[in-house]
């Protein structure tokens, strides 16, 4: 069964920059999507980016735009997010996730509960 495990989280002045790993175990990453999702205290989970494997499409939650970047190293079956110009509101824990059963190579709509294989998620803190 597909486990991940994320890592990379820290503390952050605002303005700076972090990467956070994603790795899986159990199976190839090759075949699935994988999306990142973040969840501050008292919010609801969130979806941050997605990444397909069919076509390597990237998607984005507009809060994020044009500062993340998710990306995928299938040889080491890892996804990244690199997240620059950070923000207090960026304050989350974030984790990854894959979608089950059909169409797993396909981002669904980024919502929780479209998703499974949810790692342990690192903590991500933006403070000065």
């Known amino acids: 069964q597909l486990h991940f495990v994320e890592s990379g989280g820290g503390l952050v002045q605002p303005g700076g920059s972090l990467r956070l790993s994603c790795a899986a175990s159990g199976v190839t990453l090759d075949y699935y999507a994988i999306g990142w999702f973040r969840q501050a205290p008292g919010k609801e989970r969130e979806g941050v980016s997605c990444?397909?494997?069919?076509?390597?499409?990237?998607y984005y939650a507009d809060s994020v735009k044009g500062r993340f970047t998710i990306s995928r190293d299938n040889a080491k079956n890892t996804v990244y997010l690199q997240m620059n110009s950070l923000n207090p509101e960026d304050t989350a824990v974030y984790y990854c996730?894959?979608?089950?059963?059909?169409?797993?190579?396909?981002?669904?709509?980024?919502?929780?509960?479209?998703?499974?294989?949810w790692g342990q998620g690192t903590q991500v803190t933006v403070s000065s």
């Open positions: 996730a894959a979608p089950p059963g059909r169409g797993l190579g396909l981002c669904p709509t980024m919502v929780p509960y479209e998703y499974d294989h």
């Open positions: 990444i397909q494997s069919t076509d390597g499409s990237t």
